[in-house]
Every structure is written in structure tokens, then in C-alpha cells.
Nanobody
């Protein structure tokens, strides 16, 4: 069965860090791009990052560059999103999604259930 599961969210103070995980079951991530999206309260879902199946190819939303780092561990069939210097505006539900290529749209085949990130003092 094909499944994509996020984990690692939680409550953190501004300036703190989190590492989100996206683990696939039923298929291998080596052939897939993984996009990260978030949806803040009252706002539309937005893409924040993507890691391509092509080694070394990563993409970031301008507002998160320098703070977010996406990486993959193929042996664990997992993609990570490390978030540093968290800001209150980073609050939202974070989703990972898999498809053959990175896209700024939402044309991804598989989606996880989301993990909540809350940044608050």
C-alpha cells in the first residue's frame, strides 16, 4: 500500500529549530521528487520547498531561503525538512507530497496527512 507520513512537528519558541520527516511506504523515494507545503491559519496552501530525484537539485520559497534545508536519506526512504530560526509566520500544517518532478503547483500524486508546526513564545 502506498503511504506518505509526516512527523516531527510541534510547539517551538521563535528562533528555535525543528526537523520534519516524510517517510514513504509502498514505493521508493529515490525516483520521486518530494515537495513540502504549508497552510497557515486562514491562508492558502503554499509550496515552501522541493527536493528533486536529481541529486543536488533543491528549491525553496524566497522567504524561507537560508532557514529551511531539505534533504533525503534514501536508505531510510525518508525526506527531511530542517527549519531553523523559526518565526511565528512559519506556523501552519506542513505537508509533504511526492511526484516525479518538482512543481510549484499541487500536481503531486501522493500526499501525507500533515504535521502541525506552531511557533509561539
Amino acid at each position: 500500500q502506498v503511504q506518505l507520513v509526516e512527523s516531527g512537528g510541534g510547539l517551538v519558541q521563535p528562533g528555535g529549530s525543528l526537523r520534519l520527516s516524510c517517510t514513504a511506504s509502498g514505493f521508493s523515494l529515490v525516483d520521486y521528487a518530494i515537495g513540502w507545503f504549508r497552510q497557515a491559519p486562514g491562508k492558502e496552501r503554499e509550496g515552501v520547498s522541493c527536493i528533486s530525484s536529481i541529486p543536488g537539485k533543491t528549491f525553496y520559497k524566497d522567504s524561507v531561503k537560508g532557514r529551511f534545508t531539505v534533504s533525503r536519506d534514501n536508505a531510510k526512504n525518508t525526506v527531511y525538512l530542517e527549519i531553523n530560526n523559526l518565526k511565528p509566520d512559519d506556523t501552519g500544517v506542513y505537508y509533504c507530497a511526492a511526484d516525479l518532478v518538482c512543481s510549484k503547483g499541487f500536481e503531486y500524486t501522493y500526499w501525507g496527512q500533515g504535521t502541525q508546526v506552531t511557533v509561539s513564545s
